[in-house]
């Protein structure tokens, strides 16, 4: 089981940019899947990107491509979810989480089981 710490996340104006950091402990990290998932108020928590245990495969959701970035850092036992041109449609806590599954990734959240307590992003003016 890995426990899994966010932050990075707080106020910023429309095209703004924040950088999310997840971080873990637990010797496992290297053998799991990290994805980022968000939830914003009335709404179901959705999947937002994910890398594989190696940063090899990654995926995004469509309304996030081409302005978020993941990355994984396995010796420092970090993932990173670098967010540009930042919407106001992008509000909402953003939750890591871990999943085993070798050399891919899903953003389906019931595939996860290791989640944080989430970090608050707002983009508004």
């Known amino acids: 089981q890995l426990q899994l710490v966010e932050s990075g996340g707080g106020l910023v104006q429309p095209g703004g940019s924040l950088r999310l950091t997840c971080a873990a402990s637990g010797s496992t990290f290297g053998n799991n899947a990290i994805g980022w998932f968000r939830q914003a108020p009335g709404k179901e928590r959705e999947g937002v990107s994910c890398?594989?245990?190696?940063?090899?495969?990654?995926r995004y959701a469509d309304s996030v491509k081409g302005r978020f970035t993941i990355s994984r850092d396995n010796a420092k036992k970090t993932v990173y979810l670098q967010m540009n041109s930042l919407k106001p449609e992008d509000t909402g806590v953003y939750y890591c989480?871990?999943?085993?599954?070798?050399?891919?990734?899903?953003?389906?959240?019931?595939?996860?089981?290791?989640w944080g307590q989430g970090t608050q992003v707002t983009a508004s003016s």
């Open positions: 890398v594989s245990r190696r940063g090899i495969t990654t």
């Open positions: 989480a871990a999943m085993a599954l070798l050399n891919s990734c899903v953003l389906w959240k019931d595939e996860y089981s290791d």
